[in-house]
């Protein structure tokens, strides 16, 4: 404890005080530890019983904290309208004089009650206001008990004291905005960064309900909901499309009138329990629960196409950060919602496509199954002899019928795979079953091009997939290799374990494929541009299905090597069964 007043000695000794004091009271930068330092430092310094902190804020005096001598610091906290201290000339003079001003005790009778007992044992007062940038932001009120008054020597020290003080504390003040607002660019920045994780997440989903569902989960957990819906609008109603168990999906609700101004202006509106009113008879229950209630449009193009709702059980206001956050979600939404909407009535527009094509194609079948039973039985003599000429021709009708119906049959099956109809029938298949059937298939145009088929590999492989598939893409590769090939060709086909697949390749010795057509020869109704590939008949549909079947087998089909002249390999790989 400082028995002696230091501004009572010599004036260097003063200074040297007031440049430790200043530097042990600047030396924090949390406004609760200045105000200590302030209070005890100076309440020893001057010799004061008591001190007292007030800080000014706008029209109000809150008083900090009071140090006792004792050495005991209470906060108070107490907050004052500036009025209440026009009763107390000591203070009014010293803020307006932004000088300390010293008398003896404040008035008793204008104190708060809550002071009056404090005040009673007050002999001397000394006011400093703490000063800053010719401003007063607040106040240090020094007492005595002992009647020995504060005289003119006490004025320039206490001075100082105050600019010091008035400095520290300010700092301090700024210091502490300055990490609010840090820590608030910190948590906007984690909001931000939670928005754009929420965005890829939500954007990896590919079903609308499934968007949906993910983005409520995502938004209610960003501004701390408890409950969540987002609904469409239509007209002055709105249809809700998800909430996140699925309830009260499909129904209508009115719009309140409060949302309705909010979704004019394009912003959030929150609601009271009171406010939010109107639920559909019935459905009262589904707002219940909830006392407060967050509303942000789902605008996208300058149109707003749907609404996103956050609920809160607890009765306080959301967090102005949350606000912000629901709008950043309310983007998002709208933009997925939109997309998402656009990609389902083209999947639905693909749909619809796909059924048209295979009617149309069953449609044309049905005729080409009596022609060419007629055909048949006109060539088999059922109706009497035939001369050469009419033979021909019936002939070739009937080469012509039987490869119409092909295309009729690649026809359907790419509608089916398009339209999502073609389910495989998955089981173990051994390689050798497989590759037999298909070789022996291919057996009479094998023959009539003069072709050798060899088999090689390990057969003994079985694979999990559907058998009419895997027949009908080893069908296409075995066609393919003989129809692409200007002398009698060479076919190979193996069989090898590739980890957790089979890999089965046909390799011909044929016309190869160009580098350029090898970038094509995959995709729908696409052909070799070759003059020998041309002057065949074919769709330019087989690799394109047999692909599609392997994928959907959950394996795959490529090719492996071609080379213009020397021949290709095609391998297709489908997972292996276990033993
Ligand atoms: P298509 O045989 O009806 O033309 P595909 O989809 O089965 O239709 O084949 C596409 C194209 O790939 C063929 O037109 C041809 O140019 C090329 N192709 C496929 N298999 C072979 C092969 N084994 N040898 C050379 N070219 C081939």
């Given at each position: 404890m400082i028995a002696r007043s230091p501004f009572q000695g010599q004036p260097q000794d003063d200074v040297g005080e007031l440049v430790r004091m200043a530097l042990d009271v600047a030396g924090s930068l949390d406004p609760r530890e200045v105000i200590a330092r302030i209070l005890e430092r100076g309440t020893h310094a001057v010799q004061a019983d008591r001190g007292t902190l007030s800080s000014l804020v706008d029209d109000h005096v809150v008083v900090e904290a009071t140090y006792g001598r004792a050495g005991e610091l209470t906060w108070v906290g107490q907050r004052y309208s500036?009025?209440?201290?026009?009763?107390q000339p000591l203070v009014k003079q010293a803020i307006e004089s932004l000088q300390p001003a010293f008398g003896g005790r404040l008035a008793l009778d204008k104190a708060a009650p809550e002071f009056r007992q404090a005040l009673a044992n007050v002999r001397h007062v000394a006011v400093l206001p703490l000063v800053h940038g010719g401003k007063v932001i607040g106040m240090l009120v020094f007492s005595r008990y002992e009647d020995k008054p504060f005289t003119g020597d006490d004025q320039a020290p206490l001075t100082l004291l105050g600019t010091i003080s008035g400095l520290a504390l300010r700092n301090a003040r700024l210091y502490e905005e300055g990490e609010a607002a840090r820590q608030r660019a910190d948590e906007t920045a984690a909001r931000l960064r939670a928005a754009v994780d929420a965005a890829e997440d939500v954007a990896s989903q590919v079903r609308l309900d499934q968007v949906l569902g993910r983005l409520l989960e995502r938004a209610s957990a960003s501004v701390g909901a408890d409950g969540a819906s987002l609904a469409r609008l239509e007209g002055s109603e709105m249809v809700i499309e998800s909430t996140p168990t699925g309830e009260l999906v499909g129904t209508r609700w009115p719009l309140i009138p409060k949302v309705l101004a909010g979704v004019r202006s394009g912003r959030a509106v929150e609601l009271s329990a009171a406010e939010?009113?109107?639920?559909p008879p019935g459905m009262e229950s589904a707002v219940q629960p909830y006392r407060r209630f967050l509303v942000a449009p789902l605008a996208v193009g300058g149109e707003t196409i749907g609404l996103l709702a956050m609920a809160k059980a607890a009765d306080d206001p959301f967090d102005p950060a949350a606000v912000q956050s629901l709008q950043q979600f309310s983007t998002l939404g709208a933009l997925l919602l939109r997309n998402a909407r656009l990609i389902e009535q083209t999947r639905e527009a693909e749909q619809a496509k796909s059924e048209f094509m295979s009617i149309a194609v069953h449609e044309l079948r049905a005729p080409l199954t009596v022609t060419g039973g007629y055909l048949s039985m006109a060539l088999e003599g059922a109706f009497g002899e035939l001369p050469k000429s009419l033979r021909d021709v019936l002939e070739t009708a009937q080469r012509k019928t039987e490869e119409a119906k092909t295309i009729a049959n690649e026809l359907l099956t790419v509608a089916r795979l398009e339209g999502k109809v073609l389910t495989p029938t998955v089981g173990r298949l051994l390689v050798r079953d497989a590759v037999t059937r298909a070789v022996a298939r291919a057996r009479p145009r094998a023959e009539l091009v003069r072709a050798s088929v060899q088999v090689a590999g390990d057969t003994d492989l079985a694979i999990l997939a559907d058998e009419a598939m895997v027949g009908k893409i080893l069908d296409n590769l075995l066609n393919n290799a003989l129809t692409?090939?200007?002398?009698?060709p060479t076919i190979q086909v193996g069989a090898q374990l590739e980890g957790r697949q089979v890999s089965l390749t046909v390799a011909d010795d044929g016309i190869g494929i160009s580098a350029q057509d090898q970038l094509r020869?995959?995709?729908?109704f696409t052909r070799g541009t070759d003059r020998l590939v041309t002057e065949k008949p074919g769709t330019g549909l087989g690799l394109y299905l047999s692909r599609g079947l392997a994928e959907q087998m959950g394996g795959s089909l490529q090719l492996q090597s071609s080379q213009a002249g020397k021949g290709s390999t095609f391998v297709l790989r489908l997972p292996a069964a276990g033993s």
């Open positions: 500036l009025d209440y201290f026009e009763g939010y009113t109107g639920a692409y090939a200007e002398r009698p020869i995959f995709q729908r």
